[in-house]
């Protein structure tokens, strides 16, 4: 059994947004599973069940509409598991 497993969630409109970024940037397309939203909402969705049954813990890579910044993420993230490895 894992002493702590993270799901991080994104929500689908933003995934949407960094991948069309993605492509004009780099000049490419989006691969047969992200040009399908409807599978990709049904994959967060499927996620977030998982993370709900197996009781991970889940980080909302989002707020308020927008991605959160990257450092705050990893704070987050970090927190998680510091607090872990001194419960061990």
């Known amino acids: 059994v894992p002493d702590l497993v ?8 933003i995934t949407e947004q960094l991948m069309r970024r ?3 940037s780099t000049h490419t397309r989006a691969d047969i599973h992200e040009q399908n939203m ?3 909402r049904l994959c967060r969705r499927t996620g977030l069940e998982a993370a ?5 813990t889940v980080i909302q890579c989002a ?3 927008a991605m959160r910044e990257i450092q705050d993420i990893h704070e ?7 607090k872990c490895l001194e419960e061990r």
């Open 38 to 40: 409807d599978y990709l």
């Open 76 to 82: 987050e993230i970090y927190s998680l598991v510091s």
């Open 22 to 24: 993605r492509e004009l």
């Open 52 to 56: 709900e049954f197996y009781h991970w």
């Open 63 to 65: 707020r308020d509409g």
């Open 6 to 13: 993270i799901y991080l969630d994104v929500p689908t409109q």
